[in-house]
């Protein structure tokens, strides 16, 4: 069955430093995104994506983060100054042109900022 | 932002018994759908309800897309050990992003 594959599983990082999650969606979706989740706490969005730009974006998503489709199968989050509140699992998801409102996440990356 | 009030916060029962939680809100949401997430792992999706009063099976789980719009409810039938975990609401308003609740914690006894 397809699914959404996100790398690092883990990744550690010192306050100030710039970090790149990645994500490779289900291959013939369309819409992709973005959410985190603080330990403990429920999943939040960050931001959407379809047709090479943002389609929304929430107030967490401020300007030290970016999105980017380098290519035609991976999908990246940077964060360019990580601050300590940045510590969370990030997860990426992704859904099809036919059923938009179906997401389906990755295993996420657990981004730990020192 | 829209928010989702699920209940209960987290829920114990012995193996075998029937579950039910719910999610509302203030608002009219134009879609539904539950997820579980186990420890370490991203959300799985369980169901998806799209119109209102529609009731969804996926096995031994049901749930429903309430009539107002504004609530739905998760019901886990004869549970078992691997049904452990955190079971999210989410839904879309407005055909904005997925909003999720704040999650039902549910432990299985033996």
């Known amino acids: 069955e397809p699914e959404v594959t996100q790398t690092p599983s883990h990744q550690v990082t010192q306050m100030g430093q710039e970090v790149i999650l990645r994500c490779v969606p289900i291959s013939n979706h369309l819409y992709f995104y973005w959410y985190r989740q603080i330990l403990g706490q429920k999943v939040e969005f960050l931001v959407s994506?379809?047709?090479?730009?943002?389609?929304?974006k929430s107030e967490i998503f401020d300007d030290q983060f970016s999105v980017e489709r380098p290519d035609g199968s991976n999908f990246t989050l940077k964060i360019r100054s990580t601050k300590l509140e940045d510590s969370a699992m990030y997860f990426c998801a992704s859904s099809s042109a036919g059923n938009r409102e179906k997401l389906f996440f990755g295993s996420g990356t657990q981004l730990s900022v020192l | 932002g829209q928010q989702l009030n699920q209940s209960p916060q987290s829920m114990f029962i012995q193996e075998g018994e029937d579950v039910s939680m719910n999610c509302t809100s203030s608002s009219i949401f134009n879609t539904w759908l539950w997820y579980k997430q186990d420890p370490g792992e991203g959300p799985v999706l369980l169901i998806a309800?799209?119109?209102?009063?529609e009731l969804t099976s996926n096995g031994r789980l049901t749930a429903q897309f309430g009539i107002t719009r504004k609530d739905s409810f998760l019901n886990i039938s004869a549970s078992i050990p691997s049904d452990v975990g955190i079971y999210f609401c989410?839904?879309?308003?407005?055909?904005?992003?997925?909003?999720f609740g704040s999650g039902t914690q549910l432990t299985v006894l033996p």
């Open positions: 309800l799209y119109k209102a009063g």
């Open positions: 994506f379809y047709n090479n730009e943002i389609s929304e």
């Open positions: 989410a839904g879309h308003y407005a055909a904005r992003q997925l909003t």
